[in-house]
């Protein structure tokens, strides 16, 4: 998939498989030659008709419906046509295998919306929101992605854009004359619009930092000694008998996985086998899958038995789990031990006594999960958002500290800093971006997208 190639595509736009209806779409200069070609028809723009389509051989391949959308008004900004047949998957491939005879290539995954933001449709943080609405697990996620569709996330970006060019405007000018010292109303009003833009930064990192965790969630290992609970806590979470549960040593062997919907933020997590030294082959293998998965997940939730207390859950988990990997500590089986249901915080790590048979103190532990995701509740601006956002969020914060660090007295550095700032916010939106991420970010749509 290149920028420059212009040929004309074609895709089915609709799900593979059999359904009453399949839209195939083509894009492109030849797209109204083919379709007339196809059809033997002058297609009205923007009218639905009904025509049959034609092989070029002129046997009848299907019955169906004609609409035209000329450029730049249609959704690629190039002549866009949409063909609605009966949906299956001969048809369909009869269809394409046409329009490839008539000229038109195969789409690439993405294509069409690449070729929207190449001809400036949709800035990229709009194309994002495109597949993230496609892909959306839950409604909050779509509603998140329809608000960075409709281009307040780029209307928010473009917003401390402004800011900072204000800010530059206002320093390039005192740079001119580097004898002058600033007077102290200047500095008053650089330092007080820095830190307006600073605050406008705030609310959309929070804003983008909810739309990543609706996005993209968190993985969460269930891990600890025979017998603790995980299985049952796993059940507990899932809302049915996901997982075997016994009162014997050992029960789990293989890794069971379930994907938690919790108010809308994915959770996917996974059950393993209790970590002990065993000469049973089985269960030394149940134990070698259970370290393999503690190494996949972004978080592991040690769990271990209240009666055994908090510091031989603590060791046990330092012994098990690497240095850098993060872990919530879970006393289980509150219910047997004098205790009430909480959360501490100890020595910097969070620690919740709850009980999976009885549920007690497990609300807690779901408010967790959903914090370390990066869910905080609900809030008016939630835009979907990626990583390579909140990356370039980040960058754009040091970059504004370090301005603010040089303002009073290096205003060249502090200029320097803004220009480094609006760098990466136009990352964001796509003004500038490499091809390579351009690739990869449309290689992950579906195709006919
Ligand atoms: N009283 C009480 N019993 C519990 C609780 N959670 C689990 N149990 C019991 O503890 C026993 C072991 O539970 P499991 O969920 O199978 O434990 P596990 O950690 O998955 O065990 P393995 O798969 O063998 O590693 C079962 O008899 C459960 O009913 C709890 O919160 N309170
Ligand atoms: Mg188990």
Known sequence: MTATDRQTIAAVATAPGTGAVAIVRLSGGQALAIAKRLTGIDPVPRFAEIC??????????????????PGPHSYTGEDVVELHVHGGPVLCDWLMKTLNDFGARAAEPGEFTLRAFLNDKLDLTQAEAVADLVDSRSRRAARAALRSLSGRFSEEVATLQEGLTELRVILEAWLDFPDEE??????????????????????????????????????VAIAGPPNAGKSSLLNRLAGYDAAIVTDIPGTTRDALRERLSLDGVPVDIVDTAGLRASADPVEREGVRRAQRELGRADHTLWLGDIREGLDAALSAASAELGADQPFTVILNKVDLSADAAGGIEHAGRTVIRLSALTGAG??????????????????????????????ALERVREALERAGTHLPGALELAAEELRAAQTALSEITGELTSDDLLGEIFSSFCIGK
């Open 52 to 69: 049959s389509f034609r092989d070029a051989a002129g046997r009848r391949i299907d019955r169906g419906l004609l609409l035209c959308f």
């Open 362 to 391: 497990v609300e807690l532990l779901i408010e967790h999960l959903k914090s370390l995701a990066g869910w905080s509740g609900e809030a008016p601006g939630t835009f979907s958002a990626r990583r390579r956002h909140l990356d």
């Open 182 to 219: 600033l007077d102290p109303a200047t500095r008053h009003e650089l330092a007080g619009r820095l830190a307006a833009v600073q605050a406008n930064l705030e609310t959309l990192t929070a804003g983008a930092t909810r739309g990543a965790a609706l996005r993209d969630g968190l993985s």
